[in-house]
């Protein structure tokens, strides 16, 4: 069996920027690194910030 140990090339389905639409309590994401981030959020109206958000701009509001 093969060790996966980069989620780029052959196996970027598998990284949790792969563009792929989530949708979560009525909130539709791009990717589930979005999701994430929301489900964090101590409240649902910050966690709206991650709607429609790209990974690059994911990081600047995720701290």
Do not use: H, T
């Not at 994401?29 to 429609?52: T, W």
Request: net charge negative; hydrophobic share 40%.
């Amino acid at each position: 069996m093969e060790k996966i140990d980069i989620f780029f090339g052959e196996y970027f389905f598998l990284n949790k920027w792969y563009p792929i639409g989530v949708e979560m309590d009525g909130l539709n994401f791009l990717n589930s690194e979005a999701a994430y981030q929301c489900m964090r959020c101590a409240n649902k109206e910050d966690g709206k910030r991650f709607v429609g958000l790209d990974p690059a701009r994911i990081r600047v509001y995720a701290d």
